[in-house]
């Protein structure tokens, strides 16, 4: 079955500390792989997708991540975190019909 | 460039009701998928509209039921509404039926009680 995992329902860090948002896959085919963040009350926005070629790709918001397919993962990752990135984040997987995580909620310690 | 519009912002309704939930496609997307988020949880795909054709369903019961217009904005219909209907429901667009790159709209917050 297809789905994702988000290991971490929330995560508290300091402003400027570094950031990484775990995400796990299960899909038959090549993943096409994507992060969206979501603020309060607001819809969704994309930070970045994975659909082929470097497995290191960049997103808005200095936000950055690394498809490991030997692992299923898709990790989120910033060096330094602003008070702004406080926000619901959701990795996805598929393409048309999108599956989503459950989410990580991320605050930001000042 | 116009993003994606929903209408309306917020609705309570009785159970029981019915519910039309609008969306207004990004410019020139042909595409628009729904998404039913409920509190604490990621978005489930519900369905997908192609140039006003279905194309594409998640696990909701038909009771949910959709349209596109030929403008390719769209409508969400809920029938016989349920208290676990309760949720915000997210409208997405894109250029094609397998497009991978999804632009949504801020939700319509449904409640319903």
């Known amino acids: 079955a297809q789905s994702v995992t988000q290991p971490d329902i929330h995560i508290t860090v300091s402003e400027g500390a570094s950031l990484e948002l775990r995400c796990n896959y299960s899909y038959g085919a090549t993943p096409y792989l994507f992060w969206y963040v979501q603020s309060p009350g607001q819809g969704l926005q994309l930070l970045l997708k994975?659909?082929?070629?470097?497995?290191l790709v960049q997103g808005i918001k200095g936000f950055e991540a690394e498809f490991k397919r030997s692992q299923s993962s898709f990790n989120l990752r910033k060096p330094s975190v602003h008070w702004s990135d406080a926000a619901e984040y959701f990795c996805a997987v598929g393409g048309g019909k999108l599956i989503f995580g459950q989410g990580t909620e991320l605050s930001v310690k000042p | 460039e116009t993003g994606v519009t929903q209408s309306p912002t917020h609705l309570i309704k009785t159970r029981g009701q019915q519910v039309t939930l609008r969306c207004s496609s990004q410019?020139?997307?042909?595409?628009v998928s729904w998404y039913q988020q409920a509190l604490g949880q990621g978005p489930q795909f519900i369905f997908q509209y192609y140039r006003e054709e279905e194309n594409g369903r998640g696990n909701f019961p038909p009771r949910f039921s959709g349209l596109q217009f030929p403008n390719y904005s769209s409508e969400l219909n809920v029938n016989a509404l349920e208290l676990d209907d309760s949720a915000l429901y997210l409208c997405?667009?894109?250029?094609?039926?397998?497009?991978?790159?999804?632009?949504f709209g801020p939700g319509t917050r449904l409640t319903v009680t």
């Open positions: 410019s020139g997307h042909n595409t």
């Open positions: 994975y659909f082929s070629g470097d497995t």
């Open positions: 997405a667009s894109s250029l094609g039926n397998w497009e991978l790159e999804q632009y």
